[in-house]
């Protein structure tokens, strides 16, 4: 049996998004819907003749909602703008992986060695590839690579 030697794997890949409202338009459609028609239209929650919400109380609930996903969205939006600001990106150099990750703001990078990782789970839904660390919880959004393929391309390298 023949030893082959090891190959180290360099490559990049950019991680910034295309625009700031990247999949964002349907969540601030949602957020500005769930506080708009409640505090117009304040309707209550009912099965049969039950009344299980008032409308106060129902139409209360939606709008909270509808801030708290207008606020997760405008962090969303914010991080974005950083990435695209610096332009992102994510660098494999052999078992060492480099990610920009935005704190505060600032994007700062930061790195895992590729035999750290204790699960990756891909959310088909979310577009999503999570990693688990033993002291972190990294999500790479497949929308901020420059295609799908990268994006596969950068998943497969993870194991």
Same mark, same amino acid.
């Given at each position: ?48 003749? $039950? ?31 950083? $990435? ?76």
């Amino acid at each position: 049996m023949e030893n082959k030697p090891f190959e180290r794997i360099q490559r990049s890949f950019n991680y910034t998004p295309e625009s700031i409202f990247t999949n964002q338009w349907s969540n601030l459609a949602f957020g500005v819907g769930m506080i708009v028609i409640p505090a117009l239209f304040p309707f209550g929650l009912r099965i049969r003749h $039950l009344r299980i919400l008032s409308p106060a109380v129902f139409s209360t609930i939606l709008i909270v909602g509808g801030v708290l996903l207008l606020f997760f969205t405008w962090r969303s939006m914010r991080n974005a703008r950083a $990435l695209k600001a610096v332009g992102g990106k994510i660098t494999v150099d052999g078992t060492r992986v480099t990610y920009p990750e935005v704190e505060k703001g600032k994007v700062e990078y930061r790195s895992f060695l590729t035999s750290d990782i204790e699960y990756v789970k891909d959310d088909e839904e979310e577009h999503q590839c999570k990693v688990k660390t033993p002291d972190n919880y990294i999500i790479f959004e497949a929308k901020y690579f420059d295609s799908w393929e990268e994006f596969e391309a950068f998943r497969s390298l993870l194991g």
